[in-house]
């Protein structure tokens, strides 16, 4: 996780003054949305605790040097890895290869497509080989040739009885109690929380309410083309199995402008593909905050960073000290991983 304030440094007069407070144990009542409790149950007490409090409270107390006016409130958060975990793969590839194991079964012809084979196979690394390039066609493959209703139906029955393959439990059990805790402390103090994804867009669509409490208009991610057309008399919205955007790395502050038209002050990421959104979004005036998520908990959910190929952090880790980011451990820094509450795999 990286956080960044105003000028070289990083650090306002007014941020100092705020942390002084919280380090001292005294109560800042802009911090907190309760009046008695704690904002943010699941981090350990520190200096990554203190400043994400003292940046809400700067931002979002009037009179304050930098106080933000709450339609300037606007934190963007990845979401694969940030919000929920990605390994051993990304949440939409497993669902990439039961749609592929589905359509094989429908359409035995399409097994002489060797990347739909391989993924009707459950063979994760043998469509990993094949590059972006072909993850972005089996999604096509997979995820197009229907219309956007009929689609988030696929998405939301598969989503029902979904399991992790080694932590055993459903893939809505696997958001982060921490992450959850931040977006709402971020919510009381008038700002917009929005999910700006490298999965697609009508797939994160789906859950994004009943998970993050994010509504689907703040949901930004990849997308296939969509057309209008009108079926037995029906207007529908038909996915092409075409890419028409790829909303990651470079692509992510392309994406925030397109669907926003304004600059958050608030980025939230864990890997390489964050980057840009994170360096565009501290780049701005006034009080900033950048945040990545450093995995390094093998005992809790998962340790990886330059090495793996889902959720890469090589550069931004090099780049933090640099940058005046911070890098936040989920080992050191939460309490707990999950929510207490968890479903487990149906038998």
Request: hydrophobic share 45%; net charge neutral; charged share 20%.
């Amino acid at each position: 996780m990286f956080l960044r304030l105003r000028g070289t440094l990083g650090i306002t007069a007014s941020f100092l003054a705020v942390l002084s407070l919280v380090a001292m144990g005294r109560p800042i009542a802009a911090a907190s949305p309760q009046a008695a409790g704690d904002p943010l149950p699941s981090w350990r007490e520190g200096p990554v605790k203190q400043r994400l409090l003292a940046f809400v409270a700067a931002v979002s107390t009037k009179g304050s040097p930098d106080y933000v006016p709450v339609p300037e409130r606007l934190a963007v958060f990845d979401n694969d890895g940030t919000l929920w975990s990605e390994q051993p793969m990304y949440v939409q590839l497993a669902f990439a290869l039961d749609r592929a194991r589905t359509l094989v079964a429908q359409q035995p012809e399409l097994a002489g497509n060797p990347l739909i084979a391989a993924a009707a196979a459950g063979d994760a690394r043998a469509v990993m080989a094949q590059g972006t390039r072909g993850v972005l066609d089996l999604v096509a493959l997979t995820h197009g040739g229907m219309d956007t209703e009929t689609f988030a139906r696929i998405v939301r029955d598969w989503f029902r009885s979904a399991c992790h393959p080694s932590l055993h439990r459903l893939f809505t059990s696997l958001t982060f109690a921490p992450m959850a805790e931040l977006m709402e402390l971020l919510r009381s103090r008038g700002f917009r929380t929005v999910i700006v994804t490298g999965g697609g867009t009508d797939f994160l669509r789906v859950v994004a309410a009943e998970l993050y409490g994010v509504p689907p208009e703040q949901v930004i991610g990849s997308t296939l083309r969509t057309t209008y057309a009108v079926q037995g008399g029906v207007p529908v919205l038909l996915r092409r199995p075409e890419v028409a955007f790829i909303d990651d790395g470079p692509g992510k502050p392309v994406g925030i402008h397109t669907a926003l038209g304004r600059r958050p002050i608030a980025a939230f990421g864990n890997s390489d593909g964050d980057f840009e959104m994170l360096e565009w979004t501290t780049a701005g005036p006034g009080a900033r905050l950048g945040l990545i998520l450093h995995h390094d908990d093998s005992e809790r959910e998962f340790a990886y960073d330059r090495k793996s190929p889902f959720g890469r952090l090589d550069r931004a880790l090099a780049a933090a000290p640099q940058r005046g980011w911070t890098v936040v451990s989920m080992r050191n820094d939460w309490t707990r991983v999950y929510p207490l509450s968890a479903n487990p795999c149906p038998r």
